[in-house]
């Protein structure tokens, strides 16, 4: 008989978040993979669980995987856990239940912890229709194309973030979706230092951008999806000051300036003032 194979959700800060029965399936399995074996050394040695650990990655799958297979052909169980959380969300593992699954062996899932869905129970954003994008793409021009590509997403948004690319990745949304989205910023959940900010984009950038310490730890954005009242009353703002500046400045520089003072996206913004500017001058 082949053995089983655990996915096991462990806490993503506070120790306390473990259930009994991942505890008592890491105690009991014959051996564990682990994302970062020093990292979940230090988990299994608070619960004083000595199973022994080998090391599961992505990019070393395939010779992994084959470790793992042999222990479960020889009738070991095995569980497999992520550096925090549930596995396989933005975690590895996928590869390896996907070949489990297709090799019939038994795949048991032990729900806990989840970054995406605490942070979105305490964001105050409908929850009943959502979807998760994990990290967004670190260059910026690769960063907003896929922006650009959820703009009319109308389920709520989830994401991923580094704190060094944060302030960044919220200018993107403000440039992209509008000033006046709503965003809810999670960090460092379950954590000593857990904050939870609400408000538009253009009342977060600033917020984060001026205080380091909203910079660090582990991050989880939950922004609105599409709402054509939001995204109208945005348009409007920008078409208003747009025309006040085209009074007074060129066509680019006055996109430019208003895509600053409304959070709007700067082609959009000079497509549209390249319009008024004709409507004004058919008109004269």
């Known amino acids: ?66 470790r793992i297979f042999a222990a479960l052909d020889a009738g070991k169980d095995v569980a497999l856990i992520s550096d925090a959380g549930t596995p396989l969300v933005s975690d590895p593992g996928y590869r390896l239940v996907r070949s489990a699954r297709l090799k019939a062996y038994k795949v048991v899932p032990l729900p806990g912890a989840c970054a995406a869905i605490t942070a979105l129970s305490a964001a105050g954003l409908p929850s009943d229709r959502f979807c998760f994008e994990g990290f967004l793409p670190a260059k910026q021009s690769q960063r907003r194309k896929a922006l650009e590509g959820l703009l009319t997403e109308t389920r709520t948004l989830i994401f991923y973030e580094a704190p060094h690319r944060i302030v960044a990745t919220l200018d993107d949304l403000c440039e992209v979706f509008g000033a006046a989205r709503e965003v809810t910023l999670a960090r460092e959940l379950s954590k000593t230092y857990e904050t939870i900010l609400s408000g538009s984009l253009g009342e977060l950038v600033l917020q984060v951008s001026s205080d380091p310490n909203q910079q660090k730890g582990e991050m989880v954005l939950v922004v609105r999806g599409f709402d054509g009242v939001v995204e109208s009353a945005q348009a409007m703002e920008e078409q208003r000051v747009l025309s006040l500046l085209l009074a007074d400045l060129p066509v680019k520089q006055a996109a430019t300036l208003a895509a600053k003072i409304t959070g709007g996206q700067r082609n959009a913004l000079y497509k549209m003032a390249l319009a008024l500017k004709q409507d004004s001058q058919a008109g004269a």
């Open 1 to 66: 008989m082949t053995g089983t194979l655990y996915v096991v959700a462990t806490p993503i800060g506070n120790m306390g978040d473990i259930s009994a029965r991942a505890i008592e399936v890491l105690t009991a399995v014959d051996l564990i993979a682990a994302e970062d074996t020093r990292h979940s050394g230090r988990l299994l040695g608070h619960f004083q669980i000595t199973t022994p650990l080998v090391a599961y990655h992505d990019h070393g799958a395939e010779a992994q995987g084959e």
